[in-house]
């Protein structure tokens, strides 16, 4: 079994800063692709930042060249750094990723969200 746990959500002014973490455990050879979405209300869940083990990253338009995405393999971590925010990125930020078990089966695991809120 894989559980994935995020941090790093709070409130922050316009402009801001904030670092996402998300860290996987349980009995895990390799995890292949780990991502950043996010939900605000009323709207679906959309990508907002992927990256495989190798590390190509995807984004989305709306965030390029304000969040990175980045991991550390050895301790199964995703980050999302994020910079110069505004109101339309408040929202819920989910973590998710998928590889390899030590039982050789496929795994896909979803975080259980972190609250970002962008106010002034």
């Known amino acids: 079994q894989v559980q994935l746990v995020e941090s790093g959500g709070g409130l922050v002014q316009p402009g801001g800063s904030l670092r996402l973490s998300c860290v996987a455990s349980g009995s895990i050879v390799s995890i292949n692709i780990m991502g950043w979405y996010r939900q605000a209300p009323g709207k679906e869940r959309e990508l907002v930042a992927r990256?495989?083990?190798?590390?190509?990253?995807t984004y989305a338009d709306s965030v390029k060249g304000r969040f990175t995405i980045s991991r550390d393999n050895a301790k199964n971590t995703v980050f999302l750094q994020m910079s110069s925010l505004n109101s339309e990125d408040t929202a819920v930020y989910y973590c998710k990723a998928s590889g390899v078990l030590t039982s050789a089966k496929y795994f896909e695991v979803w975080g259980q969200g972190t609250l970002v809120t962008v106010s002034s």
């Open positions: 990256i495989t083990r190798p590390g190509s990253t």
